[in-house]
C-alpha cells in the first residue's frame, strides 16, 4: 500500500493518481501536480553541472594518470631489454673466455 500524497491516507498503487500521488478523493478536491519554480530548477542545473564537472575533471586525472603508467611501463621494457642483452653479452663472453683457457 501506499500512501497518497496530499492527506497521508493509504491507497492501493491503481487508486492513486500517476503525476500527483493524490488518491481518488484528493484528486476530486483539485489536487493538482507539484510543480518546480525557477530558482529549484536553477538549483539543480548548478548541481549538475557541478557534479559533470566534477567527473570530467577526475577523467582527465585518471587519463593523465594511465598516461604516466604507460610511460613507466616502456621504460621498465626498454631497462629491461637492455639488462637481457647485457647479460646475453655477459654470458657470451664467459662461454668464449672458458673456451680459450686450457683446462687442467
Same mark, same amino acid.
Given at each position: 500500500?501506499?500512501?497518497?500524497?496530499?492527506?497521508?491516507?493509504?491507497?492501493?498503487?491503481?487508486?492513486?493518481?500517476?503525476?500527483?500521488?493524490?488518491?481518488?478523493?484528493?484528486?476530486?478536491?483539485?489536487?493538482?501536480?507539484?510543480?518546480?519554480?525557477?530558482?529549484?530548477?536553477?538549483?539543480?542545473?548548478?548541481?549538475?553541472?557541478?557534479?559533470?564537472?566534477?567527473?570530467?575533471?577526475?577523467?582527465?586525472?585518471?587519463?593523465?594518470?594511465?598516461? !604516466?603508467?604507460? +610511460?613507466?611501463? %616502456?621504460? /621498465? &621494457?626498454?631497462?629491461? $631489454?637492455?639488462?637481457?642483452? !647485457?647479460?646475453? +653479452?655477459?654470458? %657470451?663472453? /664467459? &662461454?668464449?673466455?672458458? $673456451?680459450?683457457?686450457?683446462?687442467?
Amino acid at each position: 500500500m501506499a500512501k497518497c500524497t496530499q492527506c497521508g491516507k493509504e491507497v492501493s498503487f491503481l487508486q492513486r493518481d500517476v503525476l500527483t500521488g493524490a488518491c481518488r478523493q484528493c484528486e476530486r478536491a483539485g489536487a493538482r501536480p507539484a510543480s518546480l519554480g525557477c530558482g529549484t530548477l536553477i538549483l539543480i542545473a548548478i548541481v549538475v553541472g557541478l557534479v559533470t564537472n566534477s567527473i570530467r575533471n577526475d577523467v582527465s586525472a585518471m587519463h593523465r594518470d594511465m598516461s !604516466e603508467l604507460e +610511460a613507466a611501463v %616502456e621504460r /621498465l &621494457e626498454r631497462t629491461s $631489454t637492455q639488462q637481457l642483452e !647485457e647479460i646475453r +653479452a655477459l654470458r %657470451e663472453a /664467459l &662461454e668464449v673466455r672458458g $673456451t680459450d683457457t686450457p683446462q687442467q
